[in-house]
T-cell receptor, first 109, second 116 residues
């Protein structure tokens, strides 16, 4: 079973920041938070991951609360090509990646 | 190629026939995963390989499903006596699986299986 809770859908205006929340209140100390996205008809794409600290890469930023019970993925300047289903996953090293239902992000002009 | 390659991209078969789906992982990736995605639904884990052994087969839905992997290379997912409920996109992913490190999976584009 997925260990995360995400809103089923969100909208964002092109050029604005998209903030996608994820609740993982039962996360264990050795579990990472991962984000993937799936654009229509493609395989999922890795975005970012973190353990305790906030992380940033060329695609996005990941903000993890101090108690690690929730996180937010930030796409700083959303484009139409960012329209996708975004999956938040918590996983320890030895575990398989379990995908939930994700958040369907619609970026509109 | 630089990415995970899956073949065929599309497969149409008749109910009761056997099918083989192939996955070529990224060179050097020791871990390989198979997932299934039915229309409009999320990804279901099927099986995981580390090298050519399969420590986790817990997601295989029935004994009609089997998979093998040759060394740290190609994997084949076989579905025997296909049923209409097997219709889905079958996705393969690979990773370097470094001990103790966070793992990034790279996915192929999948095989769309349609059972008539």
């Amino acid at each position: 079973d997925a260990k995360t809770t995400q809103p089923p859908s969100m909208d964002c205006a092109e050029g604005r920041a998209a903030n996608l929340p994820c609740n993982h209140s039962t996360i264990s100390g050795n579990e990472y938070v991962y984000w993937y996205r799936q654009i229509h008809s493609q395989g999922p794409q890795y975005i970012i991951h973190g353990l305790k600290n906030n992380e940033t890469n060329e695609m996005a930023s990941l903000i993890i609360t101090e108690d690690r019970k929730s996180s937010t993925l930030i796409l700083p300047h959303a484009t139409l090509r960012d329209t996708a289903v975004y999956y938040c996953i918590v996983r320890a090293y030895t575990d398989k990646l379990i995908f939930g239902t994700g958040t369907r992000l619609q970026v509109f002009p | 190629g630089a990415g995970v390659s899956q073949s065929p991209s599309n497969k149409v078969t008749e109910k009761g026939k056997d099918v083989e789906l192939r996955c070529d992982p990224i060179s050097g990736h020791t871990a390989l995963y198979w997932y299934r995605q039915r229309l409009g639904q999320g990804l279901e884990f099927l099986i995981y390989f580390q090298g050519n052994s399969a420590p986790d087969k817990s997601g295989l839905p029935s004994d009609r499903f089997s998979a093998e992997r040759t060394g740290e290379s190609v994997s084949t997912l076989t579905i025997q006596r296909t049923q209409q409920e097997d219709s889905a996109v079958y996705l393969c992913a690979s990773s370097r699986k470094l001990q103790g490190a966070a793992e990034k999976l790279f996915f192929g584009s999948g095989t769309q299986l349609s059972v008539l």
